[in-house]
């Protein structure tokens, strides 16, 4: 190793850890502060260690609400990721395996779709026609909406490096155009399934506004809106509210770590062919 190579990875480290791993050692650290202590936003350690009782009272806070959000976006989260894999797969395939004019339109909506920004009022006018406003289900169709264009790119690259040889050779064997993609095709999507399932899920659950234009109600609170509960107009309880953030942020970090590498495969295998 070069002594350049030996210094840009030493700078590279040197950038990860002040945008990340400080961030979140500030956070950890105020969360472990009393009210006075935290209250000066200041990088220092704490004069009394109450990383427990803050965990505590963040956890009884408003008889169990954290819990009670844990589970909407946890139910959200595997809904919506479910129908994202199962509908981008199948759309991805059509779109890369079936040349017509309409799937020509189709490409056009999904690109469309990922370039548009959405109307809120409209999206709340049509969930009410279809009594889906303020549900659970209504929160996983708009999910769903907004992630499918990415899923379907991410599919239809990945499915472009497949060769036609294995569905035409199940077709011979008698096999129909659904018995092809379950049996043949999606057993072979498994990288860019599990990139799209990360992405999508750590998305999802961390996603603050969507919840909070669509899903309004104490009965269905999702995580990031909890942060409410120690912020307000006229005082904010830090040591509190950076706790609450502790524990939203800690289930995606370590998903993040243990899945980063296929995160990179299945958004890279998809770049040489398609």
């Known amino acids: 190793m070069s002594r350049r190579q030996l210094y840009t990875g030493i700078a590279a480290l040197a950038a990860c850890g002040v945008s990340f791993v400080l961030?979140?050692?500030?956070?950890?650290?105020?969360?472990?502060?009393?009210?006075?202590?935290?209250?000066?936003?200041?990088?220092?350690?704490?004069?009394?260690?109450?990383?427990?009782?803050?965990?505590?009272?963040?956890?009884?806070t408003r008889n169990y609400m954290l819990l009670l959000a844990?589970?909407?976006?946890?139910?959200?989260?595997?809904?919506?990721?479910?129908?994202?894999?199962?509908?981008?797969?199948?759309?991805?395939?059509?779109l890369q395996r079936r040349h017509s004019r309409w799937n020509t339109v189709i490409y056009g909506c999904v690109?469309?779709?990922l370039m548009i920004p959405p109307a809120i009022v409209p999206t709340i006018w049509v969930l009410q026609l279809l009594g889906l406003f303020k549900t659970l289900s209504g929160m996983v169709l708009i999910q769903v909406a907004y992630g499918l264009g990415f899923?379907?790119?991410?599919?239809?690259?990945?499915?472009?490096?497949?060769?036609?040889d294995l569905d035409e050779a199940a077709i011979i064997d008698g096999a129909r155009p659904f018995q092809i993609f379950f049996r043949v095709i999606l057993p072979l999507l498994k990288p860019v399934t599990v990139t799209v399932i990360v992405v999508q899920s750590i998305a999802i659950f961390n996603?603050?506004?969507?919840?909070?234009?669509?899903?309004?109600?104490?009965?269905?609170?999702?995580?990031?809106?909890?942060?409410?509960?120690?912020?307000?107009?006229?005082?904010?309880?830090?040591?509190?509210?950076?706790m609450n953030i502790l524990?939203?942020?800690?289930?995606?970090?370590?998903?993040?770590?243990?899945?980063?590498?296929?995160?990179?495969a299945g958004m890279t295998a998809g770049a040489v062919k398609g």
Not at 74 to 87: C, D, K, P, S, W
């Open 151 to 164: 899923t379907v790119l991410l599919f239809r690259s990945f499915i472009a490096t497949i060769p036609r």
């Open 70 to 94: 844990y589970f909407n976006s946890t139910v959200i989260t595997v809904a919506a990721v479910t129908l994202l894999v199962l509908f981008g797969a199948m759309v991805g395939y059509v």
């Open 111 to 113: 690109l469309a779709g």
């Open 23 to 60: 961030p979140f050692l500030f956070i950890f650290i105020t969360a472990a502060k009393t009210k006075q202590d935290a209250a000066a936003l200041k990088f220092s350690w704490p004069v009394e260690w109450q990383l427990w009782q803050n965990f505590m009272e963040v956890l009884q």
């Open 207 to 242: 996603d603050f506004t969507n919840p909070l234009y669509y899903l309004p109600g104490r009965e269905n609170v999702t995580v990031q809106l909890t942060l409410y509960n120690f912020q307000g107009q006229f005082q904010t309880q830090f040591n509190l509210l950076f």
């Open 247 to 264: 524990l939203v942020t800690i289930p995606p970090l370590i998903v993040f770590i243990f899945f980063n590498r296929q995160i990179v």
